[in-house]
């Protein structure tokens, strides 16, 4: 048991914060998006569309920040294919979210070997964000949380923010309540005069924003350089998040830690080889844990009404 | 009248010419096409003697209007890919040049290979849709019949027309029961099936690590774990030991494939289950009203998806690689997902489509070693043919707006 105890120190909850913000970015994202009725799936293709972006910006202006920009637009910009396709077009979420995966990394591929020449990784950018990494005076002194929490790099910041801003857009706001009004009662919505097409555009770009931000914190600041495959699957994790957290803003931060944990927890026991376990038993966990939520065995987790569901305004004439 | 009594006769030389006809087209002998043709003709002339010259013409209408859509589509991806390369400073014209002569010629025997797994798994989520379900976790089925084809295949020992259908069947049965758990929870508690069998492909791909490092064999410094090879015996039967001249990686795993897609399309339209499943599919509650047990259909087509998807791991294990390797991220699944949509679920389309994305993944590669375009452009026209079915959901939407339009007028004209 000496050996377990060795890795349950600071550093892991450091690793499990690092190794859950591009699940929490992607998963509040998701969360968003959900609310407003229309589900996706395309996370994963969308950060590595983001990871992509920011890493070639970062590379040729030198600056991770328009780097952090250009992977948050681009992840924008390519969610609004999913929102034209499910909400103009009427096209199955679904099936529009699996083809939004195929696609990115078909652009990807081919922009690597354009502008690299090969594909895999690309070229490394000169800073990256991890270098601004800042220790908040006076918090970061706290032992344990203070390393853990206020020691951290720009988008882990972000993201804790972003958390917070999500909580108060969805439960506070007008502009929050009529998005979550597009997930559940889209007619009724409607009734009163707004539109449920653009709530749910704007659900949809929300989560392209942020789903952009957690490929650009892969890319950028844990890491250097873009390398194909770097979501490696975390687009899902993050929907398993969000599906265990229970469509909520808190709920899939605290699953985005777990599993995020989970995934540190793994790491060091493979490194340094403290129990005969397999590693993969603690890889799948997030998966089982989404199982077990939609099953409801471990609360009742619920999506919004009509989420999924197609929404047609019969106008007049048409 | 007296046509009808020559109808085995007839099916039993359309079956055999399409047959030799096909087995000698994958064997890359292209005659072969030949045969397959006189087959498609002697089909019309039986179907219009049978039934009368207008049937047969109308047949033929429907199949040819069927392949509009399609056609459209992948024509205007490539053009869109075309324009893309030449922005980019590629030449269009060379790279589609050697794109479809590696694909369709001298990589024929690649792009086979390439099709037959992607069969199996295009039909097991075109099934699947058919009963309104979206199986995305094929992939997962996938790893579970390849990580059973190889335990069996490494210690089954008896001949090969013995082992090889018992293999199938049990990895198929073994993948069908990975979904057990998502088509009960289905339809206990309503859990989305695309949720859980996501899910379950993820946990497939690994726990499948774990089952092959337990299986034996070797990690070869910075190469994945594989296993050992499975028993020879258990290989599924090469082109070459019919055709000495065929490639020798070609195996008979295509033909199994066309032969599964066929017996799908029998199911779903000359079956009750088929009828039941199809039924569900359309509308839950109109179905439930006829008295169809809509509960146990979505489990048993669940199920039967993942058996299907199974076979495509079988396929590979016995057909081609046998061996595992760890890590394996075939990607079938997805593409499966690819392949059925663009057949718009049709089992009888997913074989064509799945030669249609074998041939261009061949023919990336060749292309990208002969005239150094990038193959990954051939992810991008995939990409473009798959959004250009949204196309057609824009074409079903006017055409739907269209009709609506036309029958209000004509009411408002009473």
Redesign the interface.
């Known amino acids: 048991m000496s050996g377990i105890a060795s890795i349950l120190n600071t550093d892991l909850l450091v690793a499990t914060i690092r190794l859950s913000t591009p699940i929490t970015l992607a998963a509040i994202g998701a969360t968003i998006c959900e609310r407003s009725g229309i589900v996706n799936i395309a996370m994963e293709g969308i950060m590595i569309i983001g990871a992509f972006f920011a890493a070639v910006a970062a590379l040729y202006t030198g600056n991770p920040w328009i780097g952090l920009l250009a992977g948050v637009a681009a992840g924008g910009i390519f969610s609004l294919i999913h929102a034209v396709a499910t909400i103009t077009f009427h096209l199955d979420h679904v099936v529009s979210g699996a083809v939004m995966n195929i696609l990115s990394f078909g652009i990807v591929r081919y922009l690597m070997v354009m502008i690299f020449g090969h594909p895999g990784t690309s070229d490394a950018i000169p800073v990256g964000l991890k270098a601004y990494q800042f220790a908040i005076p006076g918090l970061s002194k706290i032992p344990v949380l203070g390393p853990v929490f206020f020691d951290q790099t720009p988008i882990v910041y972000m993201s804790f923010v972003l958390v917070i801003l999500t909580l108060i857009f969805l439960k506070k706001t007008k502009t929050g309540l009529h998005l979550r009004a597009a997930g559940e009662h889209p007619l009724a919505l409607e009734t009163i005069g707004v539109s449920v097409y653009k709530m749910r555009y704007l659900g949809v770009f929300i989560s392209g924003l942020l789903s952009g931000l957690a490929g650009a914190y892969l890319s950028i600041e844990n890491s250097i350089s873009f390398t194909e495959g770097m979501a490696n699957g975390r687009g899902f994790i993050a929907l398993a998040a969000m599906i265990s957290g229970g469509w909520s803003a808190i709920g899939s931060f605290v699953a985005a830690l777990f599993f995020g944990f989970a995934d540190a927890f793994q790491v060091r026991m493979q490194v340094f080889k403290v129990l005969n376990i397999p590693s993969e038993i603690f890889i799948i966990f997030p998966y089982v844990a989404t199982v077990l939520a939609v099953a409801g065995l471990v609360r009742k987790s619920r999506p919004p009404k009509a989420d999924g569901i197609d929404f047609i305004i019969e106008k007049e004439g048409a | 009248m007296q046509i009808t009594k020559l109808k085995p006769l007839f099916y039993t030389v359309i079956v055999l010419l399409a047959l030799v006809g096909s087995l000698m087209y994958f064997a890359s002998i292209f005659s072969g096409i030949l045969l397959i043709l006189a087959a498609a003709v002697l089909y019309f002339v039986y179907y219009g003697l049978s039934v009368g010259k207008g049937a047969s013409k109308a047949l033929a209408l429907s199949f040819l209007k069927s392949l509009l859509i399609p056609v459209i589509g992948v024509a205007s991806a490539l053009l869109i890919g075309g324009i893309?390369m030449a922005v980019?400073g590629y030449d269009p014209v060379t790279a589609y040049k050697a794109l479809f002569y590696g694909g369709l010629v001298k990589n024929w025997s690649v792009s086979v290979l390439n099709a037959a797994p992607l069969i199996f798994t295009g039909l097991s989520i075109a099934f699947a849709f058919k009963a309104g379900l979206?199986n995305?976790g094929a992939e997962g089925q996938y790893y579970v019949g390849a990580v059973v084809a190889t335990f069996l295949g490494l210690h089954f020992n008896m001949p090969a027309l013995l082992s090889i259908p018992i293999i199938f069947l049990v990895a198929g049965l073994l993948a069908a029961s990975y979904n057990f758990?998502p088509a009960l929870?289905k339809v206990k508690?309503g859990?989305?099936e695309?949720?859980?069998t996501?899910?379950?492909a993820?946990?497939a791909r690994?726990?499948s690590?774990?089952f092959i490092?337990g299986m034996g064999g070797s990690s070869d410094g910075p190469h994945p774990y594989v296993t050992d090879p499975i028993l020879k015996s258990n290989w599924l039967l090469k082109m070459k030991s019919i055709f000495p001249h065929a490639n020798y990686r070609v195996h008979i795993g295509i033909l199994i494939a066309i032969g599964m897609a066929l017996f799908v399309q029998y199911i779903l339209t000359r079956t009750k289950f088929g009828f039941e499943i199809r039924a569900v599919g359309q509308n839950k509650d109109a179905a439930r009203g006829q008295g169809i047990k809509v509960g146990r259909n979505i489990f048993i087509a669940l199920l039967f998806a993942g058996f299907l998807a199974g076979f495509s791991g079988v396929n590979q294990v016995l057909g081609l690689d046998h061996k595992l390797y760890e890590n394996l991220n075939a990607g079938y699944g997805?593409?499966g997902?690819?392949v059925a949509?663009l057949a718009s679920n049709n089992p009888i389309g997913v074989i064509f489509t799945s030669l249609l994305w074998g041939v261009l993944a061949a023919g990336g590669q060749y292309m990208s070693r002969t005239v150094q375009t990038?193959n990954?452009?051939?992810?991008?026209?995939?990409?473009i043919i798959?959004?250009l079915?949204?196309a057609k959901?824009?074409y079903i939407?006017i055409g739907h707006?269209f009709k609506?339009?036309k029958k209000e007028e004509r009411e408002a004209v009473k």
């Open positions: 893309i980019t979206f995305i758990i929870l508690t859990a989305h695309v949720i859980t996501m899910m379950f993820q946990i690994y726990l690590s774990i490092r997805w593409d997902i690819s949509l990038p990954s452009i051939v992810e991008i026209i995939k990409g798959l959004f079915i949204v959901y824009i939407h707006k609506n339009k």
